[in-house]
C-alpha cells in the first residue's frame, strides 16, 4: 500500500475521537490526504492560509505546534510538526483537548510513514498567492485561518501573539481548551464579536480574564504572570 494511501485510511480514524466532521494532512505544501467537506476551491483557501500560517512563524523561528480556531458551527484545530500540517475540523460540540489528542496520537501511529514523506509522489499542490513586498514588520503577518463565508478577516501579529500569551499563562490553572474558551468568551464580552480586539484593550481583556477564575489565591497568582506578560509585550 502507498503510503498516501495508508495515511489517508489513518486520517478516516480520527472520527472515533467526537463529532469530526472532517481531515486534511499536508506535507508543506502538498496535499498528502484529504477529507475535508468543502468544494475544491474552498479547500485550497483553507489549506492555503494554513500552508502560509505554518510557513510565517516557523520563518522568524517562533514555530506553534497548534492553532484552535473557533467559529460559529465549527471548530479547527491545525497540528503543525515541521513540513507536517493536520487540519481537523469538528462540530462545535468536540472536546477542543480530545481532538488536540487524537491529532497527537495520530502523528505518534504514522511516524514511521511521515518521516519518510517527499515530495516525490505527492500531485496535488496547494495554490498559494503570490509573495507581496512588504516591510519586514510585515513579513511575519500570519493571516487567522477563515472558513469562506463565515471569517473573512485577518488578525494583527500583536493580537496573535497577546492570545497564545495569554492562554499559555491561564494553562497554569486551566487546560488549554479552557483557556481558549475563557479568552474568547472575555472577547466577546467586551462587545467584539468577529470583530478585532483593539491594542488598547489588551489589559481590560486580560484583567477580564483574571477575574473569571474562581479561587482567590489562582487568581493573584495569574494577575503577576499578566502583569509581567504585558510589561514583556509592551503593551
Known amino acids: 500500500m502507498?503510503?498516501?494511501a495508508s495515511?489517508?485510511?489513518?486520517l478516516t480514524e480520527l472520527h472515533r475521537f467526537g463529532p469530526v466532521t472532517g481531515a486534511c494532512l499536508l506535507y508543506?505544501?502538498?496535499i498528502v490526504a484529504n477529507h475535508l467537506p468543502f468544494s475544491d476551491k474552498k479547500m485550497n483557501h483553507?489549506?492555503?492560509?494554513?500552508?502560509?500560517?505554518?510557513n510565517g512563524y516557523q520563518s522568524v523561528g517562533r514555530p506553534i505546534s497548534e492553532y484552535y480556531f473557533g467559529y460559529n458551527d465549527c471548530q479547527m484545530l491545525v497540528h503543525c510538526a515541521g513540513p507536517i500540517r493536520l487540519i481537523i475540523l469538528t462540530e462545535n460540540t468536540a472536546d477542543p483537548d480530545q481532538i488536540g489528542m487524537a491529532?497527537?496520537?495520530?502523528?505518534?501511529a504514522n511516524a514511521a510513514v511521515l518521516d519518510q514523506l517527499d515530495v516525490t509522489g505527492l500531485t496535488e499542490r496547494v495554490k498559494l498567492p503570490?509573495?507581496?513586498?512588504?516591510?519586514?514588520?510585515?513579513?511575519?503577518?500570519?493571516a487567522l485561518v477563515s472558513v469562506p463565508d463565515e471569517v473573512e478577516e485577518e488578525t494583527p501579529d500583536a493580537w496573535l501573539d497577546f492570545r497564545?500569551?495569554?492562554?499559555?499563562?491561564?494553562?497554569q490553572v486551566l487546560g488549554s481548551a479552557q483557556g481558549t474558551r475563557l479568552v474568547d468568551r472575555v472577547v466577546k464580552e467586551h462587545g467584539y464579536g468577529k470583530r478585532l480586539p483593539l491594542k488598547v484593550d489588551f489589559r481590560s481583556i486580560a484583567r477580564a480574564v483574571v477575574e473569571k477564575i474562581p479561587n482567590r489565591s489562582r487568581r493573584r497568582s495569574l494577575q503577576s504572570a499578566v502583569d509581567e506578560l504585558i510589561r514583556h509585550l509592551h503593551l
Not at 164 to 171: D, R, T
Open 2 to 4: 502507498p503510503p498516501t
Open 103 to 108: 491529532a497527537r496520537q495520530f502523528l505518534q
Open 130 to 142: 503570490p509573495p507581496k513586498k512588504t516591510a519586514p514588520s510585515e513579513s511575519r503577518r500570519a
Open 46 to 54: 483553507v489549506c492555503g492560509t494554513v500552508t502560509e500560517m505554518c
Open 164 to 171: 497564545q500569551s495569554l492562554i499559555q499563562v491561564l494553562v
Open 28 to 30: 508543506k505544501d502538498f
Open 7 to 10: 495515511l489517508s485510511a489513518s
